[in-house]
């Protein structure tokens, strides 16, 4: 064999490796890149705990608790928060716990209650005045592409996601109901406190917005049947100055053809609504987008209804997408939408809400919010595409939210708070230093017992470590692994099992000495038996790690991990280093001599001359262990 050509093989790894921990996604001095990514017990980070609300204010079954947990730990894991540590606490609540700074998308979370495609029935400004039909201002379009795939540019925000959803032919003003809210409102007192209204019915609760505004005023906005156009109507703001008091919780009650007749009811107001308020597919709804406020059509296509979504590279122009599937029963449900859209069915889409070519626009609704408003160019009746300017991590971003969007339950931040890792710390200090110890013992043992084979030992660790670390910081960078205390335990319990491949190969090695074979020739031999043990040896482990990663959550999933990656690469250090070096080790003059080869005394009987025969019988000798 050729050591030279193993030894260049794993330099090459080292290279590579260590060019991606320096250039690859890699940003600050050169000691800042070196930093592997630490979990929350070892640099602290943020918890947040999300209380799940029902519309009659009692606690969520336990079933759709987990569910909401699920949906928001995948989310979580989507947005390459990895490590990120989701339990349900009680029983209403949910707590996320991330490490490191405070992160934008631990916020985000438990914000989408339900995923919506609907159809924008009517458009006006955050004023109240209509949008002259001469300018419509539509965010975007949807065009079919090869394939029976289909295109829309989403709004400037493309960071939130959508659900096919509506239907045309619906009236346009809607009669008022005392039902029309899915979100509860504050009770009849001016200055409501937040708990007053929880065993509040909803029509208890319309009832109390009705005596605040009184029932003349609350009268005329009931016989709107459009937003008052200020040019022709100045006393309008002035009319209806006590809708602009009201809260998002007031606004929610409200029928939807008042939320969006009434033109002192902004659009602060509306993004003010709790989540969920506009959850119900069967309702039209009110929601905005920048300064414009839409009239939306029921939904008849929901989150559910959409069963992948991706951000993918377009490669014929280099933009990144947005790529949804459909279940089978969601795609017919979009193709219906489309071709409302397109043909304007039954002219449910007034002039100010048509788009540039004079067709309907569907609105992406997340919750609360309008996320994309495209004109529909074509009856899309395969997957389609959102388009627009994204990048990599904002489509990635609404893909996650497209496939985890409907969570059954809406969620409000209770607690948020900020954990330091003083204990961790100091847990990290003492478990290092223990480890430490417990290395150098072993050094020193080595260097004892095996001399110059102790040196490979002290070489093949180095090794190993410096693999493990540069392993760390690119898998923290692309996959978001974080080490905790218990991925560190990982590490160390695996350098035990480095340490055992040793004792196996050495002793082997004596083995095939003390049958007279030549150390040079002992070194193969011991390699092709010792070989099938080390790697049974470490398969077990590794398949031992597998499981327990499969089955486990939390920090023991890390542990597990650790384990793994670190048994792994130690195999590959035993094949392109323990035993090449061994081979040239085998070359040398110091390899032959006990003192210094660490072989020792099986050395030395191998050079005995043979004994002249005798007829008196000799003492058997013990053979060495």
Request: aromatic share 6%.
């Amino acid at each position: 064999m050729r050591p030279g050509r193993q030894l260049a093989v794993l330099g090459l790894i080292f290279v590579v490796l260590y060019l991606l921990v320096f250039f690859a996604g890699a940003s600050g001095s050169f000691a800042d890149r070196l930093h592997p990514r630490l979990g929350l017990d070892l640099i602290g980070g943020s918890r947040v705990t999300y209380t799940a609300s029902t519309m009659d204010g009692k606690d969520p079954s336990a079933d759709s608790l987990e569910e909401a947990r699920q949906i928001i730990e995948a989310r979580a894991n989507a947005y390459g928060v990895s490590e990120a540590e989701v339990v349900t606490e009680g029983n209403s609540n949910i707590v996320v716990s991330l490490a490191g700074e405070s992160n934008d998308a631990l916020a985000e979370l438990g914000e989408a209650a339900e995923l919506r495609f609907r159809k924008v029935l009517k458009v006006t400004t955050d004023s109240g005045a209509l949008v002259p039909a001469a300018t419509p201002t539509p965010s975007g379009s949807a065009t079919p592409s090869p394939g029976a795939s289909a295109s829309a540019s989403p709004a400037a925000t493309p960071s939130a996601s959508a659900s096919p959803g509506g239907q045309g032919g619906m009236a346009a003003t809607p009669t008022p109901s005392a039902s029309t809210s899915a979100s509860p409102a504050p009770s009849t007192s001016a200055t409501p406190e937040p708990g007053d209204t929880d065993d509040l019915t909803p029509e208890q609760r319309l009832a109390a917005v009705q005596a605040k505004i009184g029932p003349q005023l609350w009268a005329a906005a009931n016989g709107l049947q459009a937003p008052p156009d200020a040019s022709t109507d100045p006393t309008a703001a002035t009319t209806y100055a006590p809708f602009g008091k009201l809260t998002g919780d007031e606004v929610a009650v409200l029928p939807p053809a008042m939320q969006f007749n009434v033109p002192t009811i902004t659009c602060a107001q509306l993004a003010d609504r709790r989540p969920g308020s506009i959850a119900n597919p069967e309702q039209q709804a009110v929601s905005c987008e920048g300064a414009q406020k839409y009239l939306l059509d029921v939904a008849k296509v929901l989150g559910t209804d959409v069963s992948d979504a991706d951000g993918v590279l377009d490669t014929q122009n280099g933009q990144w997408v947005v790529s949804l599937d459909f279940t089978g029963a969601g795609q017919k449900k979009w193709t219906d939408l489309t071709r409302e859209a397109y043909e304007n069915t039954g002219g449910a889409c007034e002039q100010s809400a048509l788009g540039d070519q004079s067709r309907c626009r569907v609105a992406v609704v997340l919750d609360n919010e309008v996320i994309s408003s495209p004109e529909i160019q074509g009856v899309l009746t395969g997957n389609s595409q959102i388009t627009g300017d994204f990048n990599s991590e904002t489509a990635n971003e609404l893909a996650s939210k497209l496939r985890y969007g409907a969570l059954p339950l809406t969620f409000e931040q209770s607690e948020v708070q900020n954990v330091t890792a003083t204990l961790g710390t100091e847990y990290l200090k003492a478990g290092l230093l223990a480890a430490g110890i417990g290395m150098l013992l072993v050094i020193i043992y080595s260097f004892f017992y095996y001399r110059l084979l102790g040196t490979v030992i002290f070489l093949s660790l180095i090794l190993s470590g410096l693999l493990v670390f540069g392993a760390l910081i690119v898998l923290g960078r692309q996959i978001g692994f974080t080490l905790n205390l218990a991925g560190i335990a990982g590490f160390i319990v695996s350098l035990g099992v480095a340490a055992d491949s040793f004792v196996i190969y050495f002793e082997r090695l004596k083995d095939e000495i003390r049958e007279g074979r030549s150390p040079r020739s002992a070194v193969p031999r011991a390699w092709a038996r010792a070989r099938r043990t080390i790697i049974s040896a470490n398969a077990v482990t590794i398949m031992a790690a597998v499981i327990l990663y499969l089955v486990s959550v939390g920090p023991v999933k890390g542990f597990a991990f650790a384990l793994g990656l670190a048994t792994i690469l130690d195999l590959v250090v035993v094949f392109l280093f323990r035993h090449p070096i061994m081979t040239m080790f085998a070359r040398t003059k110091a390899f032959l001599s006990p003192r210094v080869s660490g072989l020792g005394r099986v050395l030395e009987k191998e050079k005995e001359p043979a004994s002249p025969p005798s007829n008196t019988p000799s003492k058997p000798r013990v053979k060495e262990a």
